[in-house]
């Protein structure tokens, strides 16, 4: 349980300012902040809390999106327009400093005597290690965690999603299905942990060569799958050429060891994603069989 959830009681619906204050350090007791504004929008009480949660600088709010949030959208506004209590609203907001928070807020009408509201209470509530653990845990889930690439369950996703764009936007992109040259004897005569160092490296030059709107992702042992959107096979090759001299060069040991790649690569050209990566696959076996340490592309088996 938080703070947000273990504070209580609620102050009266007609809670005078003594008691609003006395909720006010309540809340700061917890770390949870508290903002309080005049029926006119003016802020009239801010505790230690909100203080440390905020800063001193102005802010600009936003919303899980990323949407600047406009002014009579903001909660507090919101509750002084409706009479009604806002609950759970998640929001981020940039300081001076382009520093982002994310806060749980609830927005609180306390009503005078005549029913109108005389007062909202905007209680804050850090959850940024809730946001992280979240980011965390969905990371975890859909990446590999030897090479820090997709995971394959992911990265099939992530092609299909490319499909999907292709097929209704026309555009194009370039897939190569890639794999290490004779990874199983390497680890046979080296170890499984040399063999995790090698793919473990390649993770990292993969991440570190490619494009960021380019997407790399693990789908066997020694086997990686690479979409490169909005790019044609012969601009590809380009990269991808640069990616197997990297590699080759490299060393992934101390002891200077060095490896290998052989690709297949092609071109988007209508089909689904399972017929895309099995012709992927039939090149790189072509590459395979041509020799290694090269890559072969549409046309090749021809």
């Known amino acids: 349980m938080n703070a947000a959830d273990s504070y209580s009681p609620m102050p009266k619906k007609h809670a005078d300012d003594d008691e609003i204050k006395r909720y006010a350090d309540l ?33 600009v709010w ?17 509750a002084l327009r409706t009479s009604q209590p806002v609950f759970g609203c998640i929001v981020t907001f940039i300081d001076s400093e382009t520093c982002t928070s994310w806060l749980s ?10 029913g109108s509201v005389r007062r909202v209470l905007l209680t804050l509530t850090d959850i940024n290690e809730q946001r992280d653990l979240q980011s965390e845990i969905e990371s975890l889930s859909t990446r590999d965690p030897l090479t820090g690439l997709f995971n394959q369950r992911h990265v099939i996703h992530l092609l299909e999603q490319e499909i999907h764009r292709a097929r209704r936007y026309g555009t194009h992109f370039t897939l190569a299905q890639l794999d290490v040259d004779l990874f199983s004897p390497l680890c046979e005569q080296q170890g499984k942990a040399t063999g995790n160092n090698v793919l473990a490296g390649i993770g ?23 979409i490169m959107p909005n790019v044609s096979l012969k601009d590809a090759m380009v990269g991808l050429e640069r990616l197997r001299v990297l590699i080759e060069i490299h060393e992934f040991t101390n002891a200077g060891l060095r490896v290998t790649i052989s690709g297949g690569i092609t071109e988007y050209t209508g089909e689904n994603s399972a017929a895309l990566i099995e012709r992927s696959k039939s090149l790189l076996i072509h590459a395979r069989e041509a020799g290694r340490n090269r890559f072969c592309l549409d046309g090749d088996l021809l």
Do not use: H, W
């Open 27 to 59: 809340l700061d007791s917890l770390s949870v902040g508290l903002l309080v504004y005049a029926p006119d929008a003016s802020l009239c009480l801010r505790n230690r809390a909100a203080d440390r949660l905020l800063g001193n600088s102005p802010n």
């Open 62 to 78: 936003m919303n899980e999106t990323g949407q600047t949030i406009a002014a009579d959208e903001l909660p507090q506004n919101v």
């Open 105 to 114: 807020v609830n927005a609180l009408p306390v009503a005078s005597e005549d």
């Open 204 to 226: 990292k030059l993969l991440g570190e060569s490619m494009r960021e709107t380019d997407i790399a992702g693990r789908i066997g042992t020694d086997e990686f799958l690479l």
